[in-house]
């Protein structure tokens, strides 16, 4: 892409890393093939440049017919570098590398980002694409679930109405039909197999529900509580999340939830000093906990 004029097939085994100088002809011609057609593949034209008698000159990728119009932001990179991570693990594993491959070209910041973003998944996450699926098509789908203080697997019936990461695990929300209200669903407790129905759904995702806020906060499917005081002037995140309407400049006790005990753990310890745990326990140790693991793996950095 950097070269002014057509580069020859001689050149390019010379200086492209990953060709043998040790391979006979033959095998250099077949890697030669296999590349030009894997760039093609990845929507990046490799022109060949031929001369007035009708023999190869060399191969050239034009810059501008490589990148097209495509610009992308360092958050554009990030969010399109995540997609990837989430689809290694499922069928379209080989479109997110090529695509990833191409964006490579726009960007000299998007090999970092690439490679920075990481999405923890497993067997139990299998369920993440079909649920997409569902979304995608906005039809009902059925699945077998075991929240936290649930004895057995149930039966569940949901019209999908968003799937979301955060703190490195996946929910899916969406209108429990049986229970006739929405719900929150960590991911990796459904149980077997999500069945895609043909039924339209029924209730669809109000307007002004933001699922961030339905993540972080108290949901009926997984309910981790905890009173803590807040001190004047500190806790402004955990204030919003938890919709206190007192001023940030006076101390509050708040009733704050999370979907998890890890995720409610996370959100008093990222609220600094200034908040401390008055209930339960459980949580106060857990926290406690937390912040010593924090201190001691800072211990002795200045």
Same mark, same amino acid.
């Given at each position: ?134 979304? #995608?098509? @906005?039809?009902? /789908? %059925?699945?077998?679930? &075991?929240?936290?203080?649930?004895? =057995? $697997? *149930? ?33 990796? #407790?459904? @149980?077997?197999? /999500? %069945?895609?129905?043909? &039924?339209?759904?029924?209730?669809? =995702? $109000? *307007? ?95």
């Amino acid at each position: 892409m950097g070269a002014a004029r057509a580069v020859s097939r001689a050149e390019i085994r010379r200086l492209v890393a990953g060709y043998d100088p040790e391979a006979s002809d033959t095998a250099f011609e077949r890697m030669f093939e296999r590349d030009k057609d894997e760039l093609r593949g990845m929507g990046i034209p490799v022109e060949t440049i031929v001369d007035v008698n009708g023999e190869v000159e060399g191969y050239l990728i034009r810059r501008q017919n490589a990148t097209s119009d495509l610009d992308f932001n360092a958050d554009e990179l990030a969010l399109l570098a995540l997609a990837a991570a989430v689809s290694q693990e499922a069928i379209l594993e080989a479109s997110a590398t090529n695509a990833l491959r191409k964006i490579e070209t726009i960007s000299g910041d998007a090999p970092e980002l690439f490679h920075q973003a990481r999405m923890r998944m497993n067997a139990t996450d299998a369920a993440l694409m079909p649920l997409m699926a569902a979304l #995608r098509e @906005q039809v009902v /789908v %059925t699945f077998s679930y &075991q929240g936290r203080n649930d004895a =057995r $697997p *149930e039966k569940r019936t949901v019209d999908p109405w968003g799937v979301i990461a955060h703190d490195g695990a996946w929910y899916f929300i969406g209108h429990d039909h049986d229970r006739a209200a929405r719900r929150t669903f960590r991911i990796s #407790r459904i @149980q077997g197999a /999500v %069945t895609i129905t043909a &039924q339209s759904i029924e209730k669809s =995702r $109000p *307007e002004e529900l933001n699922l961030v806020d339905v993540v972080r906060g108290e949901t009926p499917e997984q309910h981790s509580t905890a009173r803590v005081i807040v001190a004047a002037g500190h806790g402004a995140a955990l204030r919003v999340a938890n919709h206190c309407e007192e001023s940030p400049f006076e101390e509050v006790e708040l009733k704050v939830s999370a979907v998890t005990d890890e995720v409610l753990v996370s959100q008093i310890c990222a609220a600094g000093i200034g908040v401390q745990v008055i209930a339960p326990l459980e949580i106060r140790e857990k926290v406690m906990a937390a912040l010593k693991a924090i201190a001691d793996s800072h211990e002795g950095l200045s």
